[in-house]
């Protein structure tokens, strides 16, 4: 027995370090943790199998591993693609495109109008930065249930919450609200099962979690009072008072202001927290045969994320902001208002950033009318309003914010806030599992996921109401002999699994933003300075992933 259990660490083992594209962001809030729940549209709370269900979906399963189980899987995701494109929109107090400060710049066309978005899959990790193979997220369990013991235990590697995009081309539009983003945790999870009575039984899951978030924007700001200082600037060319100008405001003012629609720099971080805890509590009750019930409370988790940033100052941004230290007159009214008098083309330190991975619960049901066929059914509800604000502290005053503040922001000069407004979202899935035969199973699964977006804070995250359709198979092999010699042994057993599942999900998604609709994407407002790129246009987006998604397990 224990050169049995000594070869499933090494196997953990060989598995993290050699398998490629390892630690890989999954795909959002839960769609590639097991392949059998996949495939069942993550309708497994009252009938899920093997260790890493359990570990997952609900620690008491546990209890239904008998002997030494493992399973390993791979989570690929081909395609996740964000298709949208930008209209500049009428105004409806004037019946013409809204440009700021009255069309003053480029014919009051914005530059943007007519252009397509589109995003592919991507990840950011410590040290590899992004890989080159996409999105990727292997899973990994392995549990022991001694005969007629009522504990049962095991252990489970996967990343239960994660997203990653970038837009390759570097005239998409998107560049301006994250060229490259993407969020991930990474969890080690112990887990234990008892037995409370025949067909009773209770668990918990205990995650030792690592976080990952990175972001890659550049930056611009069609806003009146923006627009204000470029117009000013172009009025006041060659408006030279001998010695008076060199006093009070030099020409041109703003030194020539800020053209709303060009890059006025970009910001970029990486943060990380190596130790972050949550954890799963769940029970599974299956008083007959033919039915079953199970539900998990999964516990909030708080990241809290440090790292470095870099932000970078266009030419004309660095004219408009050293134009406030250029006069006596210009110093005196930054001192007044608290302005920056001086930027640097780049400036890099430290950062830190809270992220609040949401509380979940999760209850089904199982009913088997017949000995070959299952159907499930889950609730879902998720604590999304937990997370109010994304707050990134810098470790030194920042000159786009201590500007800011002139349009009314009051986050302070160090710390970026942009208002989430998520809400808590309730939605049902479904799954049917059928056995035509003794060794092939196969699974249909269907999910209706409300976005945790508001409307009106729509931007950061760009993701509607979702889809999934999914479908699997399960195959069942023949047992071979488990005994084995070394370590050439070991891989020859890794190669002969006892069960093998394929599964396939398909996800879309829409969604149109109107004119003036979001604080945080298009608002026309000139006080909604933090954050609103696209102000005046309107945005149509569809998302569309594949997921393809594979599993082996062992019983020892």
């Known amino acids: 027995m224990k050169q049995k259990q000594y070869g499933f660490i090494l196997f953990l083992w060989i598995f993290l370090l050699f398998l490629p594209g390892a630690g890989d962001a999954a795909l959002f809030e839960q769609l590639a943790i097991e392949t059998r729940s996949a495939s069942l549209g993550n309708a497994v709370t009252a009938d899920p199998q093997g260790p890493m269900a359990a570990v997952h979906y609900n620690p008491a399963a546990l209890d239904r591993v008998r002997g030494i189980e493992a399973t390993a899987g791979l989570f690929y995701?081909?395609?996740?693609?964000?298709?949208?494109?930008?209209?500049?929109?009428?105004?409806?107090?004037?019946?013409?495109?809204?440009?700021?400060?009255?069309?003053w710049f480029n014919n009051g066309r914005d530059p943007e109008d007519g252009h397509e978005s589109s995003t592919s899959g991507s990840a950011e990790l410590p040290f590899l930065g992004?890989?080159?193979?996409?999105?990727?997220?292997?899973?990994?369990?392995?549990?022991?249930?001694?005969?007629?013991?009522?504990?049962?235990?095991?252990?489970?590697?996967?990343?239960?919450?994660?997203?990653?995009?970038?837009?390759?081309?570097?005239?998409?539009?998107?560049?301006?609200?994250?060229?490259?983003?993407?969020?991930?945790?990474?969890?080690?999870?112990?887990?234990i099962s008892y037995r409370v009575a025949k067909s009773l039984s209770v668990g918990a899951s205990f995650g030792l979690g690592m976080s990952y978030m990175g972001f890659d924007t550049k930056m611009r700001a069609p806003n009146d009072l923006v627009a204000l200082t470029g117009a000013l600037g172009e009025a006041t060319v060659g408006l030279e008072i001998p010695i008076l100008s060199e006093l009070t405001l030099p020409p041109p003012w703003f030194g020539g202001g800020l053209n709303p629609y060009e890059e006025m720099g970009g910001v970029k971080f990486f943060a990380e927290d190596n130790l972050n805890t949550s954890y799963n509590i769940g029970f599974l009750w299956e008083p007959y045969e033919w039915v079953s019930f199970g539900g998990v409370y999964q516990s909030e988790c708080k990241a809290d994320m440090k790292g470095e940033y870099t932000f970078s100052y266009s030419d004309r941004m660095r004219r408009t902001i050293n134009w406030l230290?250029?006069?006596?007159?210009?110093?005196?009214?930054?001192?007044?208002?608290?302005?920056?008098?001086?930027?640097?083309?780049?400036?890099?330190?430290?950062?830190?950033?809270?992220?609040?991975?949401?509380?979940?619960?999760?209850?089904?049901?199982?009913?088997?009318?017949?000995?070959?066929?299952?159907?499930?059914?889950?609730?879902?509800?998720?604590?999304?309003?937990?997370?109010?604000?994304?707050?990134?502290?810098?470790?030194?005053?920042?000159?786009?914010?201590?500007?800011?503040?002139?349009?009314?922001?009051?986050?302070?000069?160090?710390?970026?806030?942009?208002?989430?407004?998520?809400?808590?979202?309730?939605?049902?899935?479904?799954?049917?599992?059928?056995?035509?035969?003794?060794?092939?199973?196969?699974?249909?699964?269907?999910?209706d996921r409300p976005t945790s977006v508001s409307?009106?804070?729509?931007?950061?995250?760009?993701?509607?109401?979702?889809?999934?359709?999914?479908?699997?198979?399960?195959?069942?092999?023949?047992?071979?002999?488990?005994?084995f010699h070394g370590l050439m042994g070991l891989a020859h057993q890794i190669l002969q699994a006892d069960r093998i599942d394929l599964g396939f999900t398909y996800m879309t998604s829409k969604v149109k933003v109107g004119y003036n609709q979001s604080k945080l994407f298009n608002s026309v407002n000139f006080t909604d300075v933090i954050y609103n790129p696209f102000a005046g246009l309107e945005y149509e987006s569809e998302t569309t992933a594949y997921i393809i998604a594979f599993n082996m397990t062992w019983f020892f």
Not at 77 to 103: C, E, H, M, R, S
Not at 347 to 365: T, W
Not at 417 to 443: A, C, K, V
């Open 77 to 103: 995701i081909p395609v996740l693609n964000v298709k949208g494109k930008f209209t500049q929109a009428i105004d409806p107090a004037t019946g013409d495109y809204w440009a700021p400060f009255g069309g």
């Open 130 to 191: 992004a890989p080159p193979i996409g999105l990727a997220a292997p899973n990994l369990a392995i549990a022991y249930h001694k005969a007629n013991s009522p504990f049962a235990f095991g252990v489970g590697v996967y990343a239960p919450f994660g997203a990653g995009m970038v837009h390759d081309d570097d005239n998409d539009p998107y560049r301006f609200l994250g060229k490259r983003m993407s969020i991930l945790r990474l969890v080690t999870a112990p887990t």
């Open 325 to 447: 230290g250029s006069s006596p007159t210009t110093i005196i009214i930054a001192a007044m208002l608290d302005l920056p008098t001086y930027a640097p083309a780049e400036v890099k330190g430290n950062m830190s950033i809270e992220v609040i991975y949401p509380a979940r619960a999760q209850f089904g049901i199982k009913l088997k009318p017949h000995p070959r066929i299952k159907l499930l059914a889950d609730a879902h509800w998720a604590q999304w309003s937990a997370w109010k604000a994304m707050e990134i502290g810098f470790d030194r005053d920042n000159e786009l914010l201590r500007l800011a503040k002139l349009m009314g922001y009051q986050g302070g000069d160090r710390k970026l806030i942009m208002e989430n407004h998520f809400s808590d979202t309730w939605h049902f899935s479904y799954g049917l599992e059928l056995q035509p035969l003794d060794f092939l199973t196969i699974r249909l699964g269907y999910e």
């Open 455 to 483: 409307p009106n804070y729509f931007g950061p995250v760009p993701l509607g109401d979702m889809k999934l359709y999914s479908a699997g198979i399960g195959l069942a092999m023949k047992h071979p002999d488990r005994n």
